[in-house]
């Protein structure tokens, strides 16, 4: 069955830095966009950053911009979230999300905590 698996979350001060990994399974990796999405504690679920199947093409959330770089191994089959210049206002769950056969597939999560 489909399974992503995030990891790489923590406890970081402000302006540091994390990276994000998202292990994929179960269903052809190279073939879908893949997304990271967070929320953050009381507010809604929000897109932060896709890239498209071969990796040639990315997309960003604006209060990311610039920060934060997504990439992915298809040989792997996965994805990861390089966080620079992180910000308390970052601080949330970090979700893996793949959507294809009609439907959204989600990770459990890690979470990301920024303060000093």
């Known amino acids: 069955q489909v399974q992503l698996v995030e990891s790489g979350g923590g406890l970081v001060q402000p302006g540091g830095t994390l990276r994000l990994s998202c292990a994929a399974s179960?269903?052809?990796?190279?073939?879908?966009?893949m997304r990271w999405y967070r929320q953050a504690p009381g507010k809604e679920r929000e897109f932060v950053a896709a890239?498209?199947?071969?990796?040639?093409?990315?997309t960003y959330a604006d209060s990311v911009k610039g920060r934060f770089t997504i990439s992915r191994d298809n040989a792997n089959n996965m994805v990861y979230l390089q966080m620079n210049s992180l910000k308390p206002e970052d601080t949330a769950v970090y979700y893996c999300?793949?959507?294809?056969?009609?439907?959204?597939?989600w990770g459990q999560g890690t979470q990301v905590t920024v303060s000093s």
């Open positions: 890239i498209a199947k071969s990796g040639a093409s990315t």
């Open positions: 999300n793949g959507y294809f056969d009609l439907r959204n597939y």
């Open positions: 179960g269903f052809t990796f190279s073939r879908y966009v």
